[in-house]
């Protein structure tokens, strides 16, 4: 399945309210005793476990359907020895390809199920809109999926550690004929899946930027009244940093001025790009290497990720594997004795590798 895309076309707070999106068991008397959460939380810039105890999500994708020995056996376990503390979990309403094994969401149970078990914090995300321009899909496509009997069921059953991510990469901003507009039409569009949402879930709502997931400003434009729009103030702000033709680092520092629960659901050592409507795989290198195409403004995820760790803002690297660029892949077929140089300095090193940072909740 194509996944990564790039076009150069263009170059949470929980606050206290009166409609509290926890069950709390603090007597009227006691304000000092603890008060439990049904789930995870944002507040603020931080979010933070059933628990109260802060989480730096600290995670890889893992781009499950891609493959395709999926549901028969999945990489989880080999994932787990990274020491990552959350994974961020590819899943799609319909993959598109009819020859594909089958899947249902008795295997999503399942592997929630297997993330409780090694303590990784699960995020799921949908695909079958990755930088699709048209965000009303959102509405008419993915929500009725999400909200869906049988995917509640499993949802709720999951929901103390859960994380749901409603579109991958979904709409457009900087790439539009009109921004305002378009932008006007992504806020709209996900205030009204936020509404639909919360009347029967109350885990936080993980939100894509724009533009393949990059246009990180966004959130510094709309970001606040999205979050008040949410009756629970549970949402996480996402961006992709696919950064070679874009400068997202000064949007990044007004994004946390603006105390945004911000996090980056993908980062990477190599970027795609779209030639003559064929993409190119691995065709940027975001990790200095020189071995490709220099991005246009010298990012790399080396210098992202230290500010990441010092702002304590979470992230995941893109990804596990299977991903057509191979050398993106942490791990050559998937296995944690076969880490390539990606894989070993997103998980060994000394300043901003998983070994180091992630640290487990014990919210499970």
Request: with cysteine.
């Amino acid at each position: 399945m194509e996944r990564r895309k790039f076009l150069t076309l263009a170059g949470v707070a929980y606050a206290t309210n009166l409609l509290s999106p926890f069950e709390a068991i603090a007597k009227p008397f006691n304000p000092q005793k603890l008060i439990r959460r049904n789930t995870f939380y944002t507040k603020g810039k931080f979010l933070y476990d059933s628990l109260g105890n802060k989480i730096i999500l600290r995670g890889i994708n893992l781009p499950l359907l891609d493959d395709w020995n999926f549901p028969q056996t999945d990489k989880l376990t080999e994932l787990a020895k990274t020491g990552a503390n959350a994974v961020r979990i590819q899943w799609y309403k319909n993959y598109g390809q009819v020859d594909r094994p089958n899947y249902s969401i008795a295997d999503l149970d399942k592997f929630l199920t297997k993330c409780k078990a090694n303590r990784i914090i699960p995020i799921v995300f949908l695909g079958d809109l990755t930088c699709k321009s048209d965000v009303n899909l959102l509405n008419s496509e993915l929500i009725p999926w999400w909200t869906s009997q049988p995917v509640l069921s499993v949802l709720k059953k999951h929901q103390k550690y859960l994380i749901i991510n409603l579109a991958n990469e979904l709409g457009v901003y900087r790439w539009s004929n009109n921004p305002t507009t378009a932008l006007n039409s992504f806020k709209d569009a996900y205030k009204n899946a936020i509404a639909t949402i919360r009347q029967d879930l109350q885990v936080p709502i993980m939100i894509d930027a724009p533009d393949c997931g990059m246009s990180i400003e966004v959130f510094t434009k709309i970001g606040k009244e999205l979050m008040n729009s949410d009756r629970l103030r549970n949402l996480l702000f996402s961006c992709h940093a696919y950064w070679a033709g874009y400068n997202g680092m000064p949007q990044l520092k007004t994004a946390l001025d603006a105390n945004l629960p911000i996090v980056f659901g993908e980062i990477a050592n190599k970027q795609d790009e779209n030639i003559n409507n064929s993409t190119s795989y691995c065709y940027y290198d975001l990790d200095g290497t020189g071995k490709n195409h220099a991005p246009q403004n010298n990012f790399t995820y080396q210098k992202l990720l230290p500010i990441l760790k010092q702002q304590q803002i979470g992230w995941f690297a893109w990804s596990w594997w299977k991903d057509r660029c191979t050398e993106r892949q942490m791990a050559e077929n998937g296995d944690f004795s076969n880490l390539t140089p990606y894989g070993k300095d997103i998980v060994n090193n000394s300043v901003y590798g998983l070994k180091v940072t992630a640290k487990k909740s014990k919210a499970f």
